[in-house]
């Protein structure tokens, strides 16, 4: 019986020592949820109780469930019908089943939802052990960022009508951003959005290299201003994955082949405007980055730790000239420095998570419940936008570290293996092939360095 949770004492380790009763204490606003939900923790002790046993349920489906079925969710991947459905590996669809019966699909929504109401730390340890299990199943169970979104910025309406099946595991969802000349550069998308006589809000455009673009819920940066260049004339809208919604092809990649990466045509599809006009790129689409920064982060951790416990077992198990290869210096080393990294990528991630919980839980106390006090507003005002600053400098120096640790990892575990490691026998080729997307999507490397830049350089850590 595997428990990715209890088998790491790193993480056990981080879990018992971060700051995780102040970070209770801001998401459930001071406990008083409790009043309203039975299941809502009235303390801190009760919210890491809670948080405890939620990580154990994850940590067992990931370790006893998930990781059995990766090997064959690679093999079999997704595919597109004749009939423009597309359909999940067989692995992929039991694990989500799974999943959502142990209600982890709204992990961060509120209580109102249905949601746990859980901080992204916790959050990210979660999308750490999918990983381990399974890479190309974060790239939907770590989607829930999109019910995030929609949660933030859009109207009660909208979150009443698709917030509690994203809370259910009754649908999936996918962020529409990218298209043919616009990836790095969202600013320059080009699908338009258009109003009709009626005032209903319409898509019209090409969508390319879609992570799951198939999910029921498409939340799509589009140019709703069509006189405005530039991310100005951009909005964000939600639409259902409709008759007019077309999966023209599903791409055939290097690795994740359990998450289908779609081309997507939107032929005058119905949608509604999330927020206000012209937000789309900046706050929204930014917002959404930040914990999508984290999950790929937390997803490049998953698959560093499954390479390093294959190397590590097989260093210590294979025999040559007379003794196993752990004790050559050079394998030794190569072992040792995987963990190590590993550790530091970790160490990171939990504490950014932390600050993000922070910047959220201070940034809604004062919009939903501002105290009177002056000198308590402003002490408020102040620790939300340092919050702010550390979030926007640190988020995207996760990204680049955990992204680049995991590929040095994985090709190392080949290494390690040696031709053992080159064949499909062990799983390391296949880790190595999912990791090379982590440098790549959600902002590349180079682009994660001119993020974090910003922020280093402005003395965003000496404020």
Aim: aromatic share 10%; proline share 4%; net charge negative.
């Amino acid at each position: 019986m595997a428990n990715f949770y209890k088998d790491n004492e790193d993480i056990l380790f981080l879990f018992k020592h971060l700051d995780i009763p102040g970070v209770a204490d801001v998401m459930e606003e001071g406990f008083k949820f409790a009043k309203e939900f039975d299941y809502a923790p009235a303390n801190a002790a009760e919210a890491i109780e809670n948080y405890d046993l939620v990580l154990d349920s994850v940590g067992k489906l990931s370790g006893d469930f998930i990781w059995p079925r990766s090997e064959g969710i690679d093999r079999q991947g997704s595919h597109l019908g004749e009939d423009g459905k597309v359909t999940y590996a067989d692995g992929i669809r039991e694990s989500l089943d799974m999943l959502a019966k142990a209600n982890v699909m709204g992990f961060t929504l509120p209580y109102r939802f249905g949601g746990l109401n859980f901080p992204n730390v916790v959050y990210s340890i979660a999308i750490e052990m999918v990983s381990r299990g399974d890479a190309s199943l974060m790239n939907i169970f770590g989607l829930q960022g999109i019910a995030e979104t929609i949660n933030y910025f859009a109207s009660e309406e909208i979150k009443q009508k698709y917030l509690p099946d994203f809370a259910a595991g009754k649908v999936t969802g996918a962020m529409v951003l990218t298209e043919p000349d616009a990836g790095s550069d969202l600013q320059s998308c080009k699908l338009k959005a258009f109003q009709g006589d009626d005032g209903q809000w319409y898509l019209h455009g090409v969508k390319r290299f879609i992570t799951n673009g198939c999910g029921e819920v498409l939340l799509v940066l589009s140019r709703s201003e069509p006189d405005r260049s530039g991310g100005l004339g951009l909005s964000l809208f939600v639409c259902d994955r409709g008759p007019t919604v077309h999966v023209r092809r599903i791409e055939d990649k290097l690795g994740i082949h359990g998450s289908p990466t779609c081309e997507l045509f939107f032929n005058n599809t119905p949608c509604e405007l999330v927020g206000e006009r012209r937000r789309g790129l900046a706050p929204y689409v930014m917002s959404l980055m930040n914990g999508a920064r984290l999950g790929i982060s937390g997803q490049s951790l998953g698959i560093a730790e499954a390479a390093y416990r294959i190397a590590r077992d097989y260093a210590a198990s294979r025999k040559q000239f007379g003794a196993a290869i752990e004790k050559l210096p050079a394998v030794r080393d190569l072992v040792i420095e995987m963990k190590l990294e590993i550790e530091v990528a970790r160490a990171l991630l939990y504490e950014t998570s932390r600050v993000v919980d922070y910047d959220i839980g201070y940034t809604k106390i004062l919009e939903l419940n501002p105290p009177a006090d002056k000198e308590q507003l402003k002490k408020l005002k102040d620790l939300s936008r340092r919050y702010g600053r550390y979030a926007g400098m640190l988020t995207p120096m996760t990204k680049y570290y955990s992204s680049e640790m995991s590929n040095r990892v994985t090709y190392n575990s080949i290494q390690v293996l040696g031709g053992s490691g080159f064949m499909r026998d062990y799983p390391c080729e296949r880790l190595a092939r999912d990791a090379r997307i982590t440098t790549i999507y959600e902002g590349t490397s180079q682009l994660q360095v001119v993020a974090a830049v910003r922020g280093v350089c402005s003395g965003t850590c000496e404020k």
